[in-house]
């Protein structure tokens, strides 16, 4: 049986928009409308942009730069992060078990960054 889309009102800076979605999309759509609304209030309070228009659009480009940074800080190669993982847990596992002693000082080997002790400031994961 093919479902026939619903039609959902949303209100955007007091103007009301009807739309066609799925059922299941409903809520995603909801959302979006509340966050949409909420950033052109944002940008109309500032004063700075005038007319629905343009506040729209500079809305829609926050937003998209928004998506960017999130898409961004999610690509780091999937390699070098399970490589960091398995690094971190292996560090995580000797101090469960107590061992600190990494061998004799004079045959340690220099630490990379990768090596190095957690500075929370630096790591990444």
Known sequence: MIEEPLQLTIKILDKEYRIACDFHEQDDLKASARLLDGRMREIRQTGRVIGT?????????????????????RSVP?????????QLQERVNHALAGDTDDGPADQAEPETPAQSSLDAPRERV
Do not use: K
Not at 56 to 64: R, S
Not at 78 to 86: A, I, K, V, Y
């Open 78 to 86: 999937e390699g070098d992060l399970t490589r960091r993982l398995q």
């Open 53 to 73: 228009d343009r506040i729209a659009v500079m809305a829609a480009l926050n937003i998209a730069y928004d998506l960017i940074q999130v898409q961004r800080a």
